[in-house]
């Protein structure tokens, strides 16, 4: 099956500066590769997501890139605001399956 | 109502109780989900449900059981639970199954006591 890796952790940034969260994944058929944002009190809700056939996307301050040859993606926050503050989860789905696999989760803190 | 919405959102129960959780789903999508999510550890799927019909269940105890009557809607059963059985439990559903998109309800914060 699918194995997701997510690095930090934790990870505090000043406001404004910008923060990047990394996943690897083991499954070279994944095709679809998710972000979600969980707010205290409340369930993950999806911010970004790209697919195999693009290499980054951008919305507005967040954007993620892919890189399949060496099966990581990451996630991109500029210009980060106190509201920025939540755990982040990355996910990849195995091939054939049904399942998205998520990663532990970075829980950043953007100081004000 | 719009989204994902789940009911209740705290439970308390003993180790001899038997409730149910409720997930409802507000998107027009034909696949839902149970997930747990404990402290420190990744999102754990548990069950899969797509146009009424169960499509997956990852190995989990019996004394969860799972219901989905229609589309739309989605039970979790419990009974006899564990101290261990702890935890946050999410919904989410999604267009179909391989859609990968998934939406999250807000979670029903369980407690065994």
């Known amino acids: 099956g699918e194995n997701v890796e997510q690095h930090p952790s934790t990870l505090s940034v000043q406001e404004g500066d910008s923060a990047v969260i990394k996943c690897t994944y083991s499954?070279?058929?994944?095709?679809?590769f998710p972000w979600y944002k969980q707010e205290l009190g409340k369930g993950p809700q999806l911010i970004i997501d790209i697919r195999s056939n693009v290499g980054e996307k951008k919305d507005q301050r967040i954007a993620v890139t892919l890189n399949k040859t060496a099966k990581h993606f990451s996630l991109h926050i500029t210009e980060t605001q106190p509201e920025d503050s939540a755990v982040y989860f990355c996910a990849a789905p195995g091939a054939g399956s049904y399942q998205l696999t998520f990663g532990k989760g970075t829980k950043l803190s953007v100081i004000p | 109502e719009t989204g994902v919405t789940q009911t209740p959102r705290h439970l308390v129960m003993g180790m001899t109780n038997k409730k149910s959780l409720k997930c409802e789903q507000h998107l027009g999508h034909n696949a839902m989900y149970w997930y747990k999510q404990s402290a420190k550890k990744p999102l754990e799927l548990m069950f899969v449900?797509?146009?009424?019909?169960?499509?997956e269940n990852n190995s989990v105890p019996s004394r969860f059981s799972p219901e989905c009557p229609n589309s739309s809607h989605l039970f979790l059963h419990l009974h006899t639970l564990q101290p261990e059985d702890s935890a946050l439990y999410l919904c989410?559903?999604?267009?179909?199954?391989?859609?990968?998109?998934?939406?999250f309800g807000p979670g029903t914060r369980l407690t065994v006591t």
């Open positions: 449900y797509s146009l009424e019909e169960r499509v």
């Open positions: 499954d070279s058929a994944s095709n679809y």
């Open positions: 989410a559903s999604s267009p179909g199954t391989a859609d990968y998109e998934q939406y």
